[in-house]
């Protein structure tokens, strides 16, 4: 290579020095410094600042002059570099669980540690040991990537314990076990609770109903099948359990409102399980209004306000019913059903009489047995007419017990339910009494009686081979008795000719 050029001193000798570079065939040496010009005279360069007058000016390669030294800002001394910030494990692993397993191998699946750090994630360390034994060992040679894995070439039978520890720069974190140990072995069938489609709402039954409800499940081998209510086991002297190889059972003989609550099923295979819930509850009439008042009277008119019930027999109330009466006859006449709020107005009352009222609760089972009644009368005034009435002996429309409409003789057929009808009026009102050869009846009840405004009859509810006789209706009061009878003829069902053969 050409050694490099020296430095030349004079401006006029530039140019063969460029000659010398423009002639070398190989690639160009490193380029040799420019060497500044000499400067040019004064009367040359005018639009060059001169220097101030009487100094002159520095030579080419002298030293600047000492008062540009001093001006110049000295250099700044070199800060230590920051160390990097120390590597730290993650958190454990999250959420494991198995996916499947078979007689030779166990596949787990887990969820990345919610904190990883700067130092990132490696993979993961899946250890397993044998029940009973705290000797730990890890089944994967290089770090799994996913957060799954197949842990294989196990023995049939055994129980192991399994873990997954995250590793990365920091080094391991902490584990994540499973909470109980795997048995490796084939499930032939997961186990599933085939809930039915009526116990997947609210299932509602009255109080002493019987309870029998059946759900199918699938599982094998054999599901092992455990029940629980409102999380908390079941007692067994109120509730019992009946499983088969399909189904379970569950059984309450007469219902109460206690048994009220949610009830969970759960099948188990090995480490597989499945679960399902229904809601029981056991409803009954509710109780009557806590209480009910007279709020105004005016004109022909009475406001009534009133509160719910004490007990609302386990369900929503779903309504009211208002009724009044005549002080006179004391019969009670329905004015309001399904009334919704608790204040209503009875209009249109008849001048001069006084009434009281009652209320009950309705809900999805019925109206309340007992009713709220008002305490205080309501008396409808005469407005603007002052009526004195005459002086005379009241007539006397008291009467012994006199039959209208006597009891006609009938023919029904076995398992046919029949009705018996007259009629009867008296004063005071007599007291009616049936009978069926010259028993008493009572409350039997397969026998309805029933008697309003004088009209009596008696429904026999299929009656059967040994219902048939006299029957007799008997009405009383402080003036004397009636009596009417018939005769009823309980038949056997005609059978077809076929069915004779």
């Known amino acids: 290579m050409p050694s490099k050029p020296a430095p030349i001193k004079k401006a006029a000798k530039k140019e063969p020095a460029k000659k010398e570079e423009e002639k070398a065939p190989e690639p160009a040496p490193e380029p040799a410094p420019e060497v500044a010009p000499e400067p040019a005279p004064a009367e040359a360069a005018p639009a060059e600042a001169a220097p101030a007058e009487g100094a002159p000016a520095p030579a080419e390669g002298e030293a600047a002059p000492a008062e540009d030294a001093a001006a110049a800002p000295p250099a700044e001394e070199p800060k230590a570099p920051t160390p990097p910030p120390p590597d730290e494990p993650t958190s454990a692993p999250l959420d494991m669980f198995i996916e499947d397993k078979n007689d030779t191998s166990v596949t787990i699946i887990w969820s990345q540690p919610e904190t990883i750090g700067l130092s990132g994630l490696d993979g993961y360390t899946i250890e397993v040991c044998k029940d009973g034994t705290e000797d730990w060992k890890a089944v994967n040679e ?60 609210r299932y ?140 209503a107005t009875i209009s249109d009352l008849i001048m001069g009489n006084t009434y009281k009222f009652r209320v009950f609760s309705e809900n999805k089972c019925g109206m309340s047995e007992d009713a709220a009644i008002t305490k205080e009368e309501a008396k409808i005034l005469k407005t603007g007419i002052d009526y004195k009435p005459p ?13 209208t409409t006597s009891l006609s003789d009938r023919a029904t057929t076995v398992g046919y339910s029949t009705k018996l009808l007259c009629s009867v009026r008296g004063q005071p009102k007599p007291k009616v009494q049936w009978m069926k050869n010259q028993m008493i009846i009572g409350d039997d009840p397969k026998f309805r009686q029933i008697c309003v405004q004088g009209i009596c009859s008696l429904e026999i509810r299929k009656p059967g081979n040994f219902d048939g006789g006299v029957y007799s209706c008997r009405a009383k009061n402080d003036h004397g008795e009636a009596t009417v009878s018939c005769k009823l003829e309980v038949k056997q069902p005609v059978v077809a000719d076929a069915d004779k053969k």
């Open 142 to 201: 290089d770090l799994q990537k996913s957060c799954r894995y197949i842990i294989k070439n196990q023995t049939t039978g055994d129980r192991l314990k399994i873990r997954v520890v995250a590793v990365n720069a920091g080094g391991r974190s902490p584990p994540v076990t499973l909470p109980e140990a795997v048995l490796v072995k084939e499930v032939a069938d997961r186990p599933k609770v085939r809930l039915p489609r009526f116990l997947r709402q």
């Open 204 to 343: 509602v039954a009255h109080v002493g109903d019987k309870i029998n409800l059946t759900i199918p499940f699938t599982g094998k081998p054999k599901p092992v099948v455990s029940w629980t209510k409102n999380g908390q086991p079941l007692d067994t002297k109120r509730v019992n359990i009946r499983s088969t190889d399909r189904d379970s059972i569950l059984f309450i003989r007469t219902s109460e409102r206690d048994d009220s609550g949610v009830y969970e099923m759960c099948v188990k295979v090995d480490d597989f399980e499945d679960k399902a819930s229904l809601t029981l509850q056991i409803v009954e009439l509710p109780g009557p209004p806590a209480s009910v008042k007279i709020a105004d009277t005016w004109g022909f008119n009475v406001a009534l306000e009133w509160t719910v019930p004490k007990d609302n027999g386990n369900t929503d109330i779903t309504g009211y019913t208002v009724q009044k009466a005549d002080k006179k006859t004391g019969d009670w006449f329905t004015v309001m059903e399904h009334y919704h709020r608790l204040n």
């Open 391 to 403: 002086d005379y002996q009241e007539h006397n429309f008291t009467e012994a017990p006199k039959f």
